[in-house]
């Protein structure tokens, strides 16, 4: 288990475990992984690469389908998508492709390899994208490397959204998001952050400048419920890790927590606390074991660093610091004093002063397209079921598809 909140958690394979690990991939003629990435990353085709011994090939493989891969490599639920339909899992167990996926990236890295081809700008257009969580990112790249002129709006003093101010570093480094971040910004894009669109610029004003824009703002807003409001021991678990990514680890954390909330977000919190030296942590969740929402990672990441989980249970009041859960089915309450009670209930969108029609926290578009707008959504604002970082990467490669359409046919 994890020393630090810096080291990264999972170990990586060592040139003799890759390919031991790519050895045991059965070479699927229709393989199962390729179809199930979101992204199109084709596992299947690096996989047989290393296996060849040709780590070139590989890099170019994931890079050339997921701008994003080193990235995903190491955040991608993994057991949800590539490696669900692993035809390995019938013998024994599925290949573990993030981890792959990861060496491979890794060796670019270490090679000072870069298999993106310079863009030349041959299109007349200009893109203004608001956001740069992966969706922005991943958008901005694509439309780079096809020629077009981007520019990036956003409100955070660096680039990266939750890949740099909520997913904890001991998953995924932001020594990793700066270098895929660079990656995209080189190929030609121009910055602005600091910039709230809504305050600084308006939506309008960027509408009429740019032939196109893109929204990738995320849910970057905390959900809430009435009993924790104005509470002073109540904090939000976004708000909470990104104040520990932003100071590498170094806070200082109290002893008793509280977690109300059990899927990923609340996992990643619970640990990064037990992590920086929390005595007592304690997730209450609303679901029961079998409806858990946290990946099987994240939850048995959990669970080895003691974490105690109460499922099943719905906060029914809060006084001061003590909360009074009650549980969905039996007859049953519990009390909880904690120095802290951190609520992990989700996040919504924030669109203060930006003109979208939302519903649900999904922007009202066709196609990706908002009715009427030269406006696309894309990311977890998109109408799309995969709100996770390979899911916000595909909506981005679609996204650059439709505009291109759009512009074409103007
Ligand atoms: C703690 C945490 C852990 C997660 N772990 C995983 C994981 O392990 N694996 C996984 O696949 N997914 C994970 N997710 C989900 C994943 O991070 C999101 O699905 C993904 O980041 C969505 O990308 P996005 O580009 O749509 O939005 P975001 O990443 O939310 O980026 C939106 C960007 O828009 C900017 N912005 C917002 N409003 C404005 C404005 N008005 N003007 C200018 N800029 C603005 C924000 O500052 C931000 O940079 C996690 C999420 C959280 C919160
Ligand atoms: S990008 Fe993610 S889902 Fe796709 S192959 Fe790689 S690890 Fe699997």
Redesign the pocket.
Same mark, same amino acid.
């Given at each position: 288990m994890t020393k630090k909140y810096t080291e990264e958690i999972e170990e990586n394979f060592t040139p003799i475990t890759l390919n031991e690990e790519a050895s045991r991939c059965l070479l699927c003629l229709d393989a199962p992984c390729s179809k199930a990435c979101p992204a199109g990353t084709d596992p299947a085709k690096f996989i047989r690469s290393v296996r060849f011994k040709n780590i070139k090939g590989a890099i170019e493989t994931v890079r050339e389908n997921n701008i994003l891969g080193g990235i995903c490599a190491r $955040?991608? %639920?993994t057991e949800k998508y590539c490696q669900k339909g692993c035809s390995r899992s019938g013998i024994d167990k599925a290949i573990d492709i993030g981890r792959i996926q990861k060496y491979i990236t890794d060796m670019e890295e270490e090679l000072h390899m870069n298999v993106l081809a310079k863009p030349i700008k041959n299109k007349k257009e200009h893109i203004a994208i /608001? @956001? #740069?969580? %992966? #969706?922005?990112l991943a958008a901005a790249g694509y439309l780079l490397l096809k020629g077009y002129h981007v520019d990036i709006?956003?409100?955070?003093k660096e680039l *990266? *959204?939750?890949?740099r101010y @909520? /997913?904890p570093e001991y998953?995924l480094p932001n020594s990793v998001v700066d270098k895929e971040v660079n990656r995209i910004v080189s190929l030609g894009a121009c910055v602005y952050t600091n =910039? =709230?669109?809504?305050k600084d610029i308006t939506l309008e004003e960027l509408e009429k400048k740019y032939d196109a824009v893109i929204l *990738? /703002?995320?849910?970057?807003k905390a959900k809430t419920l009435p009993m924790f409001m104005n509470n002073p021991h109540v904090v939000s678990s976004?708000s909470l890790?990104k104040e520990i990514k932003e100071n590498k680890g170094n806070i200082k954390v109290p002893n008793n927590i509280i977690i109300v909330g059990g899927g990923? $977000?609340a996992m990643?919190i619970a640990t990064s606390l037990k992590i920086l030296g929390s005595k007592n942590v304690a997730c209450v969740v609303y679901e029961e074991f079998s409806e858990f929402k946290a990946s099987e990672k994240e939850l048995e990441g959990a669970r080895n660093l003691d974490i105690s989980i109460y499922d099943g249970y719905i906060p029914l009041s809060v006084n001061d610091n003590e909360v009074t859960f009650k549980h969905r089915k039996i007859d049953s309450e519990i009390k909880m004093k904690a120095d802290l009670i951190v609520l992990a209930i989700g996040?919504e969108v924030?669109a203060t002063n /930006?003109d979208v029609e939302f519903d649900k926290n999904e922007a009202k578009t066709s196609t990706y397209n908002i009715k009427g707008t030269n406006i696309f959504a $894309?990311?977890?604002?998109s109408r799309n079921k995969e709100? #996770?970082?390979?899911?916000?990467v595909r909506t981005a490669k679609e996204v650059v598809f439709e505009i291109a359409k759009y512009l074409e046919g103007k």
């Open positions: $955040v991608c %639920p /608001i @956001g #740069s969580g %992966p #969706s922005g709006y956003e409100k955070e *990266g *959204g939750y890949l @909520g /997913i998953r =910039t =709230t669109v809504g *990738g /703002i995320g849910l970057n976004i890790l990923d $977000v990643d996040q924030d /930006i $894309v990311g977890d604002i709100k #996770s970082v390979v899911g916000a």
